[in-house]
């Protein structure tokens, strides 16, 4: 099943555009009845029409041809990847439980014991953990600083078999020089895996910067309503056998209502895109002359020290970004500031239509400028009118100079997240 056919099957005369192909990609309607949404096949049993076709899926190690047993994707599932998959031009994708899966079955899917894995230092962290955990296995795993660019060179070992990368990074946002890290892997046939999902394919494709495998969680942008838990990886033609042979050793699955919801959501994933940008960089921009602010570590705005690198690889930015506060400002002043909030709500995941902050712990670092003095909030901007989203910062912000008057007054202490 091919992703990108249009709905006569005519071959455009040019390659169509971003916002063109997102409208367009999935099944043709005309295998669908008509209908321009593909069907929610939901199944663990398909039947062949005979033999041949048995032999067909027990002789193919990936699986490719249906029918074939539900958990190797059903037709919905499948749609979702050819769609990913072209729009990150990727050869195929494997969609996993979550996206911490589709990392996890990634990673798994290249090293073996007696390996050494480089991981950046700003990545999710729990890909940290589950690459510690690796240590186990007799992989040993080593985080670098994630703007050296080319000087991984230095880093690589000879049993060195994968670089983990994620740009921007997770709560601190350093952009990574993609292109030096990969060519640098490529001269030592080093597999290199990129995190995307804060630009999407929408605004970064790290397969055209060189990068073997991109890594997604579908639960947040792709999606985009903060209503599943999703991965997917997206694969290069020579690693894609490592990437589903590994899915299938794993017995990675994912439900056909969730990938249906996530192709649904990249149907809207250019507008949401850039509606997420122009909020987020406006409020940037505002947080960035207030005087509880010590810093706002967004890469579109001109003093982040990734910003050119960011210009050059990215076309656009996403929704969040990095808030530090003032130092002078203790635990129990950001709970007040916290507490205080209308709008952004208090929770974990991001890249929904609704505005939340966090906390962000920055936590063990081997090289760049963190941890920096300060309580460092992640804000993701929602979709919500971005007037209405400054007057609720602007009152947390009063509350968290305010707590300053109440030091010395008994109560309850808030609770932070
Ligand atoms: C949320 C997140 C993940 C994990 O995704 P889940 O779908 O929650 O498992 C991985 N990478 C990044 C950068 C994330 O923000």
């Not at 700003?122 to 795993?141: H, K, N, Q, W």
């Not at 991984?152 to 020089?177: A, C, H, K, Q």
Request: charge should be neutral.
């Amino acid at each position: 099943m091919t992703g990108d056919a249009g709905p006569g099957g005519n071959a455009p005369a040019r390659a169509d555009a971003l916002d063109t192909r997102l409208v367009h990609l999935g099944p043709p309607p005309g295998q669908q009845f008509g209908y321009v949404n593909p069907p929610v096949y939901r199944g663990s049993t398909a039947l062949y029409d005979g033999p041949a076709g048995l032999r067909r899926t027990q002789a193919d190690p990936l699986k490719r041809d249906l029918p074939a047993y539900g958990r190797f994707g059903t037709p919905t599932v499948r749609a979702f990847e050819a769609a990913l998959s072209t729009l990150e031009g990727g050869h195929a994708a494997v969609v996993t439980c979550s996206g911490l899966a589709a990392i996890t079955t990634a990673v798994l899917a290249f090293v073996r014991s007696g390996d050494h894995v480089l991981v950046s230092d700003s990545v999710y962290p729990p890909t940290r953990r589950f690459c510690d955990s690796l240590e186990a296995f007799g992989i040993s795993t080593q985080y670098y600083d994630p703007c050296l660019g080319s000087g991984i060179e230095r880093l690589l070992r000879p049993n060195t078999r994968l670089v983990y990368l994620e740009s921007p990074g997770s709560g601190t946002f350093e952009v990574m020089d993609v292109p030096a890290v990969t060519q640098a892997c490529r001269r030592r046939d080093v597999t290199t895996i990129v995190d995307n999902t804060w630009a999407t394919p929408f605004f970064c494709r790290p397969i055209g910067l060189g990068a073997d495998v991109v890594v997604h969680s579908a639960s947040k942008y792709l999606a985009g309503h903060a209503d599943i838990v999703l991965g997917a990886v997206v694969a290069t033609e020579e690693s894609y056998p490592a990437v589903r042979r590994a899915a299938i050793r794993l017995g990675q699955y994912a439900g056909p209502d969730d990938a249906y919801l996530a192709l649904r959501g990249l149907r809207t994933l250019g507008v949401r895109m850039r509606q997420h940008e122009r909020s987020a960089l406006e409020l940037a921009r505002w947080l960035s002359s207030r005087p509880e602010v010590s810093d706002v570590v967004h890469p579109a705005l001109d003093h982040h020290p990734g910003h050119l690198i960011w210009k050059r690889d990215f076309s656009g930015a996403a929704g969040p970004f990095g808030l530090l506060l003032h130092p002078r400002f203790d635990e129990r002043q950001v709970a007040a500031m916290l507490q205080h909030l209308r709008l952004f709500g208090l929770g974990y995941s991001w890249g929904g239509y609704e505005s939340l902050i966090v906390p962000s712990d920055p936590g063990v670092r081997v090289g760049g400028d963190w941890p920096r003095p300060g309580t460092l909030l992640r804000v993701h901007v929602g979709m919500e009118d971005v007037e209405d989203l400054k007057a609720d910062l602007r009152g947390a912000l009063a509350a968290l100079r305010s707590a300053d008057e109440d030091v010395r007054s008994p109560g309850p202490t808030p609770s932070t997240v």
